[in-house]
């Protein structure tokens, strides 16, 4: 696999095409959906060769693999931005918001606490998407609308002052069939609305529907998706060695 070779740049190149035909194609205002390059498993030199090629969002699964990169890439290019979308142990949340200006794996209240707790500790504000389970065989996420709605009951009343609620995030199944991926963003798109028609107050900042990945981000974009999460369409296969 690492001797195939990777042209990140075209990748970009080609992604970024992908991603504007695809809204076209379903009615949306070209460039309202943000690409997010998704670069856990490969290293700062291939990063930079996507901030080089003007890719400054990016996403990381891992706090201390996160933490061992940006560091560095920061100081690269100050305009690159980081937001954690990987599973997060709570012992991880205090370096995760360190490092990050966003983060998409919250699936639980404990999470919320305790971010709010960590950021005030060293007064920060934070976003954060809740992440929805919305196919079978996927298992992060809230795993029902109720328990997000119970965490925006705690933002009217001002429990958070550090933590932007911007949006809503999720994985679709892993499988071939495009109908159950198709269904699983609608079921993300039509929980962002009950959520906002809700908490009428928050519509405006839960506005992010973080959903589409290599392999469905188009069908993602078709269904509402404002930032796709692409990974190995840019830097390759992951060696996970
Ligand atoms: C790895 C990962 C991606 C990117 O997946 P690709 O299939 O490589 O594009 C997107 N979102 C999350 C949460 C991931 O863990």
């Known amino acids: 696999m690492s001797d195939k070779k990777i042209d990140i740049a075209e990748n970009l190149e080609n992604i970024k095409k992908r991603i504007n035909d695809a809204e076209i194609k379903s009615g949306r205002k070209a460039g309202s959906v943000k690409l997010m390059a998704v670069s856990k498993f490969h290293p700062v030199e291939q990063i930079k060769q996507a901030v080089d090629n003007g890719q400054f969002l990016f996403g990381e699964n891992r706090v201390k693999e996160a933490c061992e990169k940006f560091t560095e890439l920061y100081e690269y290019n100050p305009q690159v931005h980081l937001h954690i979308i990987g599973q997060l142990q ?16 919250v699936d639980r209240i404990e999470l919320v606490d305790l971010i709010e707790k960590n950021c005030a500790a060293i007064n920060k504000q934070i976003k954060i998407l809740f992440e929805l389970h919305t196919g079978e065989e996927s298992k992060s996420g809230f795993a029902s609308l109720e328990e997000i709605e119970n965490v925006m009951e705690m933002f009217v009343e001002k429990k958070y002052p550090h933590i932007i609620p911007a949006g809503f995030m999720t994985m679709a199944p892993f499988t071939d069939d495009k109908n159950l991926v198709r269904k699983s963003f609608i079921t993300l798109r039509e929980a962002s609305l009950k959520v906002k028609k809700d908490f009428p107050e928050y519509a405006q900042s839960l506005s992010e529907l973080s959903m589409g990945m290599s392999g469905d981000f188009e069908i993602a974009i078709e269904e509402g998706s404002t930032l796709v999460r692409v990974g190995t369409a840019i830097f390759g296969e992951r060696d996970y060695q």
Do not use: H
């Not at 370096?95 to 998409?104: D, F, H, L």
């Open 90 to 105: 709570s012992n991880k949340v205090k370096n995760a918001v360190k490092i990050s200006e966003c983060i998409q794996s």
